[in-house]
């Protein structure tokens, strides 16, 4: 497997198949436990400069309204002031500034994460899945990107100590991206 995409024109653009993607993230609960929950609406486009991903431009929006844990009541604390205050940042961005290839099949990908009007460099791993055409003759790329962020750096600090010591919600958040880009045909 290769870090190059498949042959396209000198510059090609890619979108996400939002229907073929799941952006997910897991944090502890009472340090003992993981929540997992995901974002249902997120859209992403790559920009490249012939086949070679290090000269990928990517730029993500992720709706933070679309938020799910599968409990409506934690679903809605998360949407507050107290987690992502949706009402006042309705969106979570990711814009990428350099995109380094480790080794055939894997990325680095550093960029711009805004969360809460809160901007911070973030780097996700990045592994290439594989390249196919789908039946409608549009090239697609899939991919798994993972990171780990801590949300008290972008202003979602709420917590509550617990009797036994630690707290209620880690400080650290994994983030895990399995996705399909589509090429134009």
Same mark, same amino acid.
């Given at each position: 497997?290769?870090? !190059?995409?498949?042959?396209?024109?000198?510059?090609?653009? +890619?979108?996400?198949?939002?229907?073929?993607?799941?952006v997910?993230?897991?944090?502890?609960?009472?340090?003992?436990?993981?929540v997992? #929950?995901?974002f249902a609406?997120?859209?992403?486009?790559?920009?490249?400069? $012939? !086949?070679d991903?290090? %000269?990928a431009?990517?730029s *993500?929006?992720?709706?933070? @309204?679309?938020? %799910?844990t599968?409990?409506?009541?934690?679903?809605g604390h998360?949407?507050?002031?107290?987690?992502?205050?949706?009402?006042n940042?309705?969106? /979570?961005?990711?814009?990428?500034?350099?995109?380094? *290839?480790?080794?055939a099949e @894997?990325?680095?990908?550093?960029g711009?994460?805004?969360?809460? $009007?809160?901007?911070?460099?973030?780097?996700?791993d990045?592994?290439? &899945? #594989?390249?196919?055409?789908?039946? +409608? #003759?549009?090239?697609?790329?899939?991919?798994?990107?993972?990171?780990?962020?801590?949300?008290? &750096?972008?202003g979602?600090? +709420?917590? !509550?100590?617990?009797?036994?010591?630690?707290?209620?919600?880690?400080?650290?958040?994994?983030?895990?991206? &399995?996705? &399909? /880009?589509?090429?134009?045909?």
């Open positions: 497997m290769s870090t !190059q995409a498949p042959t396209q024109a000198a510059t090609s653009t +890619w979108s996400l198949d939002e229907a073929h993607t799941n997910a993230f897991v944090v502890k609960h009472m340090m003992i436990s993981n997992r #929950g995901h609406e997120v859209a992403a486009t790559v920009v490249l400069d $012939g !086949q991903y290090s %000269t431009q990517i *993500a929006e992720i709706d933070a @309204t679309s938020i %799910t599968r409990n409506d009541q934690r679903d998360l949407k507050s002031a107290d987690f992502f205050d949706v009402e940042f309705p969106k /979570l961005t990711f814009v990428s500034t350099k995109v380094d *290839a480790t080794d @894997t990325l680095q990908v550093t711009d994460l805004t969360i809460r $009007g809160t901007t911070k460099p973030v780097t996700l990045v592994t290439i &899945e #594989g390249h196919g055409k789908d039946p +409608w #003759g549009n090239p697609r790329t899939a991919f798994i990107a993972e990171t780990k962020i801590k949300r008290s &750096e972008f979602l600090m +709420w917590n !509550q100590a617990l009797e036994s010591g630690g707290v209620l919600v880690s400080d650290d958040i994994r983030i895990k991206i &399995e996705g &399909e /880009l589509v090429g134009q045909a």
